[in-house]
């Protein structure tokens, strides 16, 4: 009887020490992804913001040169007003583009203050996420 209970208290010790060491490696990758995800973050946004900014064409295109649906050349006139148009619609994506910066500065501004603070934690464990020990 003595040898079954320790037995048990040994199977239950071994089970404590596995957990202890679970719960340290889980700390250790924490504390990894809490160094590591503020510049892993920033990276994907730089990136994605990059891949969303339009392509400015690299080369010009003349309008002469491209026939127009009933097969006729444009008049002078036409190419005017339609070059026009499209200068007339980048100035507005432009200036939506600029009128939008400052409220996307303060949310990067916020986040990165946030990802500040998580850093600021030195590893340390929140009490919600210990396990709590039965009786």
């Given at each position: 009887?003595?040898?079954?209970?320790?037995?048990?208290?040994?199977?239950?010790?071994?089970?404590?020490?596995?957990?202890?060491?679970?719960?340290?490696?889980?700390?250790?990758?924490?504390?990894?992804?809490?160094?590591?995800?503020?510049?892993?973050?920033?990276?994907?946004?730089?990136?994605?913001?990059?891949?969303?900014?339009?392509?400015?064409?690299t080369?010009?295109?003349?309008?002469?040169?491209?026939?127009?649906?009933?097969?006729?050349?444009?008049?002078?006139?036409?190419?005017?007003?339609?070059?026009?148009?499209?200068?007339?619609?980048?100035?507005?994506?432009?200036?939506?583009?600029?009128?939008?910066?400052?409220?996307?500065?303060?949310?990067?501004?916020?986040?990165i203050?946030?990802?500040?603070?998580?850093?600021?934690?030195?590893?340390?464990?929140?009490?919600?996420?210990?396990?709590?020990?039965?009786?």
């Open positions: 009887m003595a040898n079954q209970i320790r037995s048990l208290g040994s199977e239950e010790e071994d089970e404590v020490e596995k957990l202890e060491a679970d719960v340290n490696q889980m700390a250790q990758k924490i504390l990894e992804f809490r160094t590591t995800l503020p510049s892993r973050i920033k990276n994907a946004l730089s990136s994605d913001l990059v891949a969303q900014r339009p392509v400015a064409p080369t010009h295109i003349n309008c002469q040169e491209a026939p127009t649906q009933s097969g006729k050349e444009p008049s002078p006139v036409e190419q005017d007003q339609d070059t026009a148009e499209k200068a007339q619609l980048l100035k507005q994506k432009i200036s939506n583009n600029f009128s939008t910066m400052p409220v996307l500065i303060e949310r990067m501004k916020r986040c203050s946030r990802f500040e603070s998580l850093e600021s934690c030195n590893g340390s464990i929140h009490p919600s996420f210990k396990r709590k020990r039965k009786g």
